[in-house]
């Protein structure tokens, strides 16, 4: 089993990449920490066993060469636990760069052939559909919102995606996201991240009590509650051909 280190070295160059219909045919994953598990590690290696096309992994250690000069990271990058560095990093990928993106899960079908379903200029995002409505996330701050929960059938994951670049959907989800972290900057740099894992996992939709004395953003708030909502704006440019991942431990 290769480690993380061992893996990153054989990421492909990114200025190497072929285009499949201006899209390039590269699998972006992405681990921010000092640690990880053996079931991660094993699921990692599985994912690049079988993912069939180039990845590149994001670590601490090769992240900022691919931050643009023209578009710099939000100010609150420092001051973000590494799932919300995760969550950011992904869709400033997609947004700028598009291609693939792939959650530290376990695979056994490949990707190959998925870009030519962007032969049809309609198509922005390759996903594969919810399977259960409370896999969609909604904006907790405002609960009229979760009657997009019954539409999870019409929507897609960005667990394991592949995007077109500059889309009008990526574009709003990047704003959005620097709204909130506009919102939360204060807060941040008074209560910066001091763990790996994150917060709320066990009840992702939960409120932050005292927001002021403590790490101020939810779980999903930076992507499940932006990503979902916008999807079923653009739904019409969704397309559900990639294939599923092996639903087995990986953390």
């Given amino acids: 089993m290769k480690d993380l280190k061992t893996i990153e070295s054989n ?11 201006n899209v390039p045919e590269v699998v972006f994953i992405i681990w921010f920490g000092n640690n990880i598990s053996d079931n991660r590690l094993s699921a990692l290696n599985s994912l690049i066993n079988n993912i069939g096309v180039p990845y590149i992994l994001i670590t601490d250690n090769n992240y900022q060469s691919f931050v643009l000069d023209n578009y710099p990271l939000h100010e609150a990058w420092n001051y973000l636990s590494c799932v919300h560095k995760a ?5 400033y990928l997609l947004h700028h760069y598009g291609g693939g993106y792939h959650d530290i899960k376990y ?3 490949n990707w190959i052939g998925q870009w030519n379903s962007f032969s049809d200029e309609n ?8 399977k259960q409505k409370g896999w969609v996330a909604y904006d907790v701050d405002n609960p009229d919102t979760k009657w997009l929960q019954n539409h999870y059938n019409e929507l897609g994951t960005m667990s394991w995606c592949i995007c077109r670049p500059n889309t009008s959907y990526t574009t709003e989800l990047i704003d959005k996201i620097h709204y ?6 204060i807060n941040l740099k008074k209560n910066p991240s001091t763990i790996q894992s994150g917060y ?11 927001i002021e004395n403590n790490y101020p953003i939810r779980w999903l708030e930076i992507l499940g509650e932006l990503y979902h909502p916008l999807m079923y704006k653009y739904k019409q440019h969704l397309c559900f051909d990639l294939p599923d991942i092996i639903y087995k431990k990986y953390k």
């Fill in 180 to 185: 909130k972290l506009d919102f939360h900057l």
């Fill in 87 to 91: 969550d950011y990093l992904r869709c």
């Fill in 123 to 130: 198509v922005w995002i390759i996903s594969r559909k919810e």
């Fill in 107 to 109: 695979r056994d079908k």
């Fill in 200 to 210: 709320y996992h066990k009840n992702p939709f939960k409120k932050i009590d005292n």
């Fill in 11 to 21: 990421n492909a160059e990114i200025s190497n990449v072929k285009y499949v219909n």
